[in-house]
């Protein structure tokens, strides 16, 4: 094994490929290689490190220097300065959106400091091809321990008990719907991953699958012993080609290591993945539609009951939750129930992954205890309102959500707070506008939206 | 018109594509995604040869197709841009970039140009919403878009393609 001095983690999250973060990659590792320092000196390049406005980015470890901004020409006078002379440059680093000082490392940064991983553990810190790296932090170790320590029973207790709801909106509880299915007598049984991250304005579903494939593998996997289903699928929404591949990459990479297939650890246990990409519908987020079009048939949904638990795909029962619940699954096994209900609220336990978009400073890829302000995400991570401007309302829960005005910036962010003041949790696209946002404006595009989107099953919709 | 299809061997990688899928159940999205990526749309021929191989009705194969936004029956210029319009794109002005683009291709969104050229489609959201707004050009995607900007992608493709503006 090699050993490094320095790694150097370039973001590549679907944010900073826009940004043309391949190009800063490249001068890098061209750089490091003219100053014949390629030994001493690893380059990663990582999932999405969050602040995707700030992109192309890169942090320097393990001093954890973040540069920020970067043009293909400042990469040059880093690895002469910082990683030859030891002398890190001080023009590039984050600069505080309020004092406008400079920030040299990712612990001064509240955009950083203010945050708690737990879906996102090691997305922005690994690289996501690397299924080595995802076992160096503690990877697939839950899973073993379930297999080889534990009942299904056990796993559908554990999770029962941490409390975790369902992050795709809902917020239903994940232990109950998995005992549901668990004793419902029907075989095959399914586990479904919604991947199908319709909601505009929201992208964190697929910055954990781009940033972190293996963690929704190792949860869907976990599901499956726990509800005895041997098969799995994962529906993505076919915008997002990285993330399609990423986890291709991952699956099959999961295979060679035995950790998906039979006999996984020697337990008797077999568990598979399949990924079906979607076709653009709004409406196949809906379970029951997502499902229809899994089958190959137009993404209408139907009215529950039956629910997926009793007759899900193909009439079989079958666990469908969202692709952030299954990321925290490998944590809370891991760590147990305790430790995650010592973190978020009573009724809210954990952490949510907000996609923070719109008219905020540092947009981007956030993840906070439940129960965080509003204020906090808005003015402490997200650094305020472009231009100074004054803030007029934030909206959540996509166009089944509303908007929160001014007045309620110290809501705590939770699924019962949001529901007061008459928008949801949804899925995390959490959108900031300033005073100059029209919001009788906003409501036609909402309308207009789910004019569009609407399949015209139900009666409301069509009148 | 299916005889030039024949020679031109179009017909026999639709034929290879459904067989990949023989096995699998609910494979008619699948099948339809990797003829459409092959061919650039889904013509009656096609949907016609997809009924028949697979025991679909070929009401039903043209139902999915027409319900889903990605499937195309008419063919799509050598270009096309995909204006996100997404709720962040929106409220940074997503809808000034449509208007500009129509105005600067003369076509509507959802068009293509006389010429084949280009196409203009509004989408879903692309999910770079820290960018916005953003508009793609194929597999190439553009953030932080502003009339100036939207105005030298296109006079730099139409340069490209030698049409001289």
């Known amino acids: ?463 | 018109m299916q005889a030039q299809q024949m020679e031109t061997g179009l017909d026999q990688k639709v034929e290879k594509i459904i067989a990949a899928y023989r096995e699998k159940p609910g494979a008619l999205i699948p099948v339809l995604h990797e003829i459409q990526n092959e061919l650039g749309h889904l013509p009656m021929w096609v949907q016609q040869r997809v009924s028949n191989a697979m025991n679909i009705p070929l009401s039903e194969v043209n139902s999915i197709i027409s319900f889903y936004a990605l499937f195309s029956e008419k063919p799509k210029g050598k270009y096309v841009i995909g204006v996100c319009k997404g709720t962040a794109c929106y409220v940074r002005g997503a809808d000034k970039i449509v208007e500009q683009l129509q105005e600067l291709l003369g076509i509507e969104a959802g068009d293509t140009t006389p010429d084949g050229m280009f196409t203009i489609e509004v989408v879903r959201c692309l999910g770079a919403c820290g960018l916005g707004p953003v508009i793609t050009v194929n597999d190439t995607v553009y953030t932080r878009m502003k009339p100036d900007k939207t105005k030298k992608v296109i006079t730099d493709l139409i340069e490209k393609t030698g049409k001289g503006g």
Request: a negative charge; glycine letters at 12%.
């Open chain 1, 1 to 463: 094994m090699e050993f490094y001095r320095n790694h150097v983690l370039v973001c590549g999250g679907g944010g900073c490929q826009s940004s043309g973060c391949h190009i800063i990659r490249d001068r890098l590792i061209d750089s490091i290689k003219k100053r014949g320092l390629e030994s001493e000196i690893k380059v990663v390049v990582t999932g999405c490190m969050g602040p995707c406005s700030l992109g192309p980015m890169m942090i320097v470890y393990p001093e954890g220097i973040f540069y920020c901004g970067l043009k293909p020409e400042n990469v040059d006078i880093i690895v002469e300065k910082h990683l030859y002379e030891g002398v890190p440059v001080k023009e590039y680093f984050y600069r505080d959106p309020y004092s406008d000082e400079p920030a040299a490392a990712i612990h001064e940064i509240p955009f950083f400091t203010r945050q708690m991983k737990i879906a996102l553990r090691n997305v922005g810190l690994i690289d996501p091809l690397s299924i080595e790296e995802y076992i160096a932090f503690d990877g697939y170790f839950a899973f073993a321990k379930a297999l080889t320590q534990h009942k299904p029973e056990d796993i559908i207790r554990l999770v029962k008990e941490s409390g975790l709801r369902g992050r795709g909106g809902a917020g239903f509880p994940t232990g109950l719907k998995w005992e549901f299915t668990a004793k419902v007598q029907g075989r095959p049984k399914y586990v479904v991953c919604n991947a199908d991250e319709g909601d505009p304005g929201a992208f964190m579903d697929r910055s954990i699958i781009e940033g972190d494939p293996h963690s929704l593998i190792e949860g869907m996997a976990l599901c499956g012993y726990a509800i005895g289903a041997n098969q799995g699928y994962v529906y993505i929404r076919a915008e997002y080609p990285m993330a399609v591949e990423h986890l291709q990459k991952a699956i099959e990479q999961a295979r060679k290591y035995g950790l998906l297939g039979s006999d996984i650890f020697s337990s008797g246990f077999a568990f598979d993945l399949e990924i079906r990409v979607g076709a653009g519908a709004f409406v196949c987020g809906e379970e029951t539609a997502l499902l229809a079009s899994l089958e190959g048939r137009r993404g209408e949904p139907r009215p529950k009951p039956p629910y997926p638990a009793q007759e899900g795909l193909w009439n079989q029962p079958t666990v469908i939750n969202n692709v952030e619940t299954y990321a925290n699954l490998p944590s809370i096994i891991l760590k147990g129930p305790k430790w995650f209900r010592s973190i978020g609220t009573e009724r809210s336990p954990g952490t949510k992954v907000f996609a923070l978009a719109g008219q905020a400073v540092n947009t981007g890829l956030v993840e906070v205890p439940m129960g965080t302000p509003l204020g906090d995400i808005i003015f402490d991570i997200g650094g305020g309102i472009i231009g100074k401007k004054n803030f007029k309302a934030a909206q959540t829960g996509g166009p089944s959500g509303g908007c929160i005005p001014a007045g309620g910036l110290n809501v705590p962010v939770d699924y019962e707070s949001l529901r007061e003041w008459g928008t949801i949790m949804g899925s995390g696209g959490l959108i900031v506008m300033d005073e100059n946002t029209c919001m009788v404006d906003l409501a036609k595009f909402f309308l207009d939206f789910c004019q569009d989107e609407s399949c015209g099953k139900c009666i409301p919709c069509r009148m």
